[in-house]
């Protein structure tokens, strides 16, 4: 079975400042990892994805993500967080095998102060 | 393009009563995918159809639960009867097939999501 785990329910980060979400996946074989947010009553959007190739993904809005396959992490980062980042951050994985749709992790609020 | 659409955007009903989503995918997405995300928790995936066939319903809770997709466009989800612990968000996203390197496959579009409440 596959599973996804955000340690953090809620990171703080002053704006300006570099911004870490940190996600952590169990899956049979290598993994496809996604990250998506949902802004307030709207739906989750696709931020970015990992398939193969390069480690380092690099996302809408700035965002990218490290895939560690030793750590089996794929932690969200940004250089420099904006206070319109404030929102619920969900990491998803899928095997490459077997079972299509996503499973989905807890999620993660991001509070971005100015 | 018109996003995944999502009806009604809150349910209040009584414990027993009955309960129908909807959902309408963006037009040409075969995959269909409906999950809930229960306060505070990870967001549970509950089936998936492949044009009107259920590809995959392991993730339905129980008998109560039964969605269709006729015609292959729009999805139901119905609840009945539906019970306290059935409370949460209830989303619908659809995509495009394909190998999942190329772009937009296994991309989902999220609808804003029907949150139910059960009383």
């Known amino acids: 079975a596959q599973s996804v785990a955000q340690p953090e329910d809620q990171v703080n980060v002053a704006e300006g400042n570099p911004l870490t979400v940190k996600c952590t996946y169990s899956v049979s074989g290598n993994p496809y990892l996604f990250w998506y947010v949902q802004y307030p009553n709207r739906g989750l959007q696709f931020l970015l994805k990992y398939i193969t190739g390069d480690n380092l993904v690099k996302g809408s809005y700035g965002f990218e993500a490290e895939f560690n396959k030793s750590q089996t992490s794929f932690h969200l980062k940004k250089p420099s967080a904006l206070v319109s980042d404030s929102a619920l951050y969900f990491c998803a994985v899928r095997d490459r095998t077997g079972r299509r749709a996503l499973t989905f992790g807890s999620g993660t609020r991001l509070q971005v102060q100015p | 393009e018109a996003g995944v659409t999502q009806f009604p955007s809150h349910s209040v009903i009584e414990k027993g009563q009955t309960v129908t989503l909807r959902c309408d995918p963006i037009s040409g997405h075969d995959n269909l995918y409906w999950y809930r995300r229960v306060m505070g928790k990870e967001i549970k995936f509950l089936l998936h159809f492949v044009k009107e066939s259920k590809q995959d319903e392991s993730g339905m809770p129980n008998n109560r639960f039964l969605a269709e997709r006729t015609g292959g466009t729009y999805s139901t989800l119905k609840v009945q009867p539906a019970e306290l612990e059935d409370s949460g968000v209830y989303f619908c996203?659809?995509?495009?097939?394909?190998?999942?390197?190329?772009?937009?496959?296994?991309?989902?579009?999220f609808g804003a999501g029907s949150r139910l409440t059960v009383l």
């Open positions: 996203a659809s995509s495009l097939t394909g190998p999942v390197h190329t772009s937009g496959a296994n991309v989902l579009t």
